[in-house]
């Protein structure tokens, strides 16, 4: 029995695919195929696979359907979380969508889910991605001040909804975790954040995160030790499709 996790599938069975880096990145092409292969090689019915947001480019549940049936026929227990480009997915809607989908699929918010003797908590998470300003060298020399302080706010209330999970878990006895988000833990510009303290106060053990996909954003984020807990980063075109497998 393994875990493992992935993220930014962004299928789109019934949807327009407008991503320029899905049309036109050699990593992209035939992708959905890649990673179901890959899952059937390395992941067991007893194995728990947690998908780390942007499963869809559907707008709305209709459209989304045969996304989530092509996960729901992946091996293994599924566990999904929110991505920012997940229109068909409303927070407040969650409990909806568990009672439409379970147990073939788990929509993971506000709650945790258990692997062994750990808790799995999540959320979308967020953070500030600009604008930036430039010098002619390309370094940052300043950025939208304005909508820094919106991010703020939307960062606030990840951070309140993954208390939330942590919460809930630690209430009912739990006390090693593994944290999931969508979004990076911290931007370009922080060695620390809202998401790397909370990680650090309850003590989880690994961090996982997407949505840094396109070689050029790899390596925005936090990757391996740091404080005393594992970051990865798990964007499917990062891994190049293969599931990383996050326990034994």
Request: aromatic fraction near 14%.
């Amino acid at each position: 029995m393994s875990l493992y996790a992935i993220g930014d599938l962004h299928l789109h069975f019934q949807s327009e695919l407008k991503a320029r880096s899905q049309l036109k990145d050699r990593v992209w092409r035939n992708h959905e195929e890649k990673f179901r292969k890959n899952c059937e090689k390395m992941i067991s019915g007893d194995d728990t696979l947690v998908l780390v947001g942007d499963h869809s480019w559907g707008k709305n549940l209709e459209q989304c359907e045969q996304d989530l049936e092509y996960i729901r026929d992946l091996p293994g227990r599924k566990i999904l979380t929110r991505g920012n480009h997940d229109m068909f997915w409303d927070a407040k809607k969650t409990n909806r969508l568990n009672e439409l989908f379970r147990p073939n699929l788990t929509f993971l918010q506000d709650s945790y889910e258990t692997y062994r003797d750990y808790a799995l908590v999540g959320t979308k998470g967020y953070i500030f991605e600009g604008p930036y300003y430039l010098n002619r060298y390309g370094q940052i020399i300043g950025w939208d001040e304005e909508a820094a302080e919106k991010a703020k706010k939307l960062v606030s209330r990840e951070l309140g909804r993954l208390r939330t999970s942590f919460e809930l878990a630690k209430a009912d006895g739990y006390r090693r975790f593994i944290m999931f988000l969508h979004y990076p833990p911290t931007n370009i510009l922080e060695e620390r954040s809202g998401y790397t303290d909370m990680a650090e106060e309850y003590g989880a053990e690994q961090v996982i995160y997407a949505h840094s996909h396109g070689e050029s954003r790899f390596y925005d984020s936090i990757h391996g030790e740091y404080r005393g807990r594992r970051y990865s980063l798990v964007s499917g075109d990062f891994l190049k499709w293969k599931p990383m497998k996050v326990l034994d």
